[in-house]
């Protein structure tokens, strides 16, 4: 049995941001995972995730936006990787707007938490979007926010710089070894994986859309997991429209009830072409039942219904498609909190869509928890009591 000051068991975005964290203050630490991060299997891949400050999904997510693109910028220069892009966010809205973004009132609270928090931003009426942005096809009573410090991080480089650094600074990281179980241990807990049994004083449980079956059936009703699907189209004219200078992420509330739209500007060059997607969550499924190709009917269907009349200068020729996994609660938030019967383990779920821009600002709180055992106060917002 080896001994660790704090284990974090999956090493994704929220894990590897915790281990590194906990790297930086000298720690003992042990990073698990069950498979090689990063990879494509779970939510933190696919080129490119969404970073805006006044957050939709409720203004006391702002500050961890914030503080992680100031993370995410120290990094950089650690690393020597490019991580963080701030090509500015247009988020487009309508009177007519149906579409759900993570909840009913995406567009007011965006707008209330840019207030609130004084994130610079411009309001656009159609017309000031069609000539500043013409590669959108915004009807006349369509209206956009305009934020210049939002833009996208590439998970994927953000998860191995963590990861990489974390080793540097003397974390333990063991790859392809999955966490089966724990229990509670003396003043610690016990950590059971597919090869030994470690002991901690703490667990930080982030094991994104397995985290449902690692906490058992009493857990479930908590989370949903369900099938996303991205796709990359190819620019059939104008692409310096689709460069990150002249093209900003978008969020589009789609009129007529539809589901929402979202994109990003071509991330290396307009030949890989622009990622689009839109959300479901009607359907759930599980992390290891999930369908992960998409089919050609998938990609077609999508550019037919959302793609071809709301963006110009696009051809329906899908160069990539993959699917990704949301765990999403009720209330689209996230879950934090410390497990009933085995207050040393941390359950952390900050999916719902949208948990990626807060992940290196999530790992500097989940790392102190490791150290105090303490989550501030204003975490109760992310109780698992309120399901
Ligand atoms: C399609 C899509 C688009 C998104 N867009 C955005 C966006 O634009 N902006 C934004 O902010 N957020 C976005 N998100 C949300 C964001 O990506 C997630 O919040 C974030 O990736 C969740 O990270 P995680 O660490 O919880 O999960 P993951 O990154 O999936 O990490 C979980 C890890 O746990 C490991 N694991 C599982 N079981 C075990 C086990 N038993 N033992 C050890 N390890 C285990 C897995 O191998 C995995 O590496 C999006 C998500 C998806 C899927």
Same mark, same amino acid.
């Not at 290891?288 to 990609?299: C, G, K, L, P």
């Given at each position: 049995?080896?001994?660790?000051?704090?284990?974090?068991?999956?090493? &994704?975005?929220?894990?590897?941001?915790?281990?590194?964290?906990?790297?930086?203050?000298?720690?003992?630490?042990?990073?698990?995972?069950?498979?090689?991060?990063?990879?494509?299997?779970?939510?933190?891949?696919?080129?490119?995730?969404?970073?805006?400050?006044?957050?939709?999904? &409720?203004?006391?997510?702002?500050?961890?936006?914030?503080?992680?693109?100031?993370?995410?910028?120290?990094?950089?220069?650690?690393?020597?990787?490019?991580?963080?892009?701030?090509?500015?966010?247009?988020?487009?809205?309508?009177?007519?707007?149906?579409?759900?973004?993570?909840?009913?009132?995406?567009?007011?609270? /965006?707008?209330?938490?840019?207030?609130?928090?004084?994130?610079?931003?411009?309001?656009?009426?159609?017309?000031?979007?069609?000539?500043?942005?013409? =590669?959108?096809?915004? =009807?006349?009573?369509?209206?956009?926010?305009?934020?210049?410090?939002?833009?996208?991080?590439?998970?994927?480089?953000?998860?191995?710089?963590?990861?990489?650094?974390?080793?540097?600074?003397?974390?333990?990281?063991?790859?392809?070894?999955?966490?089966?179980?724990?229990?509670?241990?003396?003043?610690?807990?016990?950590?059971? /994986?597919?090869?030994?049994? $470690? %002991?901690?004083?703490?667990?930080?449980?982030?094991?994104?859309?397995?985290?449902?079956?690692?906490?058992?059936?009493?857990?479930?009703?908590?989370?949903?997991?369900?099938?996303?699907?991205?796709?990359?189209?190819?620019?059939?004219?104008?692409? !310096?429209?689709?460069?990150?200078?002249?093209?900003?992420?978008?969020?589009?509330?789609?009129?007529? &009830?539809?589901?929402?739209?979202?994109?990003?500007?071509?991330? !290396?060059?307009?030949?890989?072409?622009?990622?689009?997607?839109?959300?479901?969550?009607?359907?759930?499924?599980?992390?290891?039942?999930? %369908?992960?190709?998409?089919?050609?009917?998938?990609?077609?269907?999508?550019?037919?219904? $959302?793609?071809?009349?709301?963006?110009? $200068?696009?051809?329906?020729?899908?160069?990539?498609?993959?699917?990704?996994?949301?765990?999403?609660?009720?209330?689209?938030?996230?879950?934090?909190?410390?497990?009933?019967?085995?207050?040393? *383990?941390?359950? *952390?779920?900050?999916?719902?869509?949208?948990?990626?821009?807060?992940?290196?600002?999530?790992?500097?709180?989940?790392?102190?928890?490791?150290?105090?055992?303490?989550?501030?106060?204003?975490?109760?917002?992310?109780?698992?009591?309120?399901?």
């Amino acid at each position: 049995m080896q001994d660790y000051e704090v284990i974090v068991a999956g090493l &994704g975005a929220m894990g590897s941001a915790t281990l590194y964290q906990l790297a930086r203050m000298g720690i003992s630490a042990l990073g698990l995972d069950r498979f090689s991060p990063p990879h494509e299997l779970g939510s933190s891949h696919g080129d490119s995730r969404i970073t805006r400050l006044a957050i939709g999904e &409720g203004k006391h997510l702002t500050r961890f936006a914030r503080r992680s693109q100031e993370l995410w910028r120290q990094m950089e220069q650690d690393c020597g990787q490019p991580l963080l892009t701030q090509c500015g966010a247009l988020m487009i809205s309508s009177d007519l707007s149906r579409a759900q973004v993570h909840g009913a009132s995406f567009f007011a609270t /965006t707008l209330e938490a840019a207030s609130h928090h004084r994130v610079a931003h411009t309001m656009l009426d159609a017309t000031a979007i069609r000539s500043r942005f013409p =590669q959108f096809c915004v =009807q006349d009573q369509e209206y956009g926010y305009y934020e210049p410090e939002a833009g996208f991080v590439r998970p994927e480089a953000c998860v191995r710089a963590q990861l990489t650094l974390a080793e540097r600074l003397g974390a333990h990281v063991q790859r392809s070894e999955p966490l089966l179980g724990f229990e509670p241990d003396g003043a610690g807990v016990r950590v059971i /994986t597919e090869r030994r049994s $470690y %002991r901690a004083r703490r667990l930080v449980l982030a094991t994104g859309a397995w985290i449902p079956e690692l906490l058992g059936a009493s857990f479930a009703p908590a989370f949903r997991v369900t099938r996303q699907v991205l796709t990359w189209f190819a620019v059939a004219e104008n692409p !310096d429209l689709f460069t990150p200078e002249r093209c900003p992420v978008y969020i589009w509330q789609l009129p007529e &009830g539809r589901r929402m739209l979202y994109g990003f500007p071509a991330l !290396d060059g307009p030949s890989g072409g622009v990622k689009i997607a839109t959300e479901q969550d009607e359907r759930t499924t599980t992390a290891d039942s999930v %369908r992960r190709e998409v089919e050609q009917r998938e990609s077609d269907e999508f550019f037919r219904d $959302y793609v071809r009349q709301n963006l110009r $200068y696009l051809s329906a020729h899908c160069l990539k498609a993959k699917s990704c996994l949301y765990t999403q609660t009720a209330d689209f938030g996230f879950i934090v909190d410390t497990h009933p019967s085995c207050p040393e *383990v941390l359950i *952390v779920s900050a999916c719902s869509g949208h948990g990626f821009k807060h992940s290196a600002a999530l790992g500097e709180v989940f790392s102190r928890w490791g150290i105090t055992g303490r989550l501030p106060e204003s975490f109760t917002v992310f109780g698992l009591g309120r399901f």
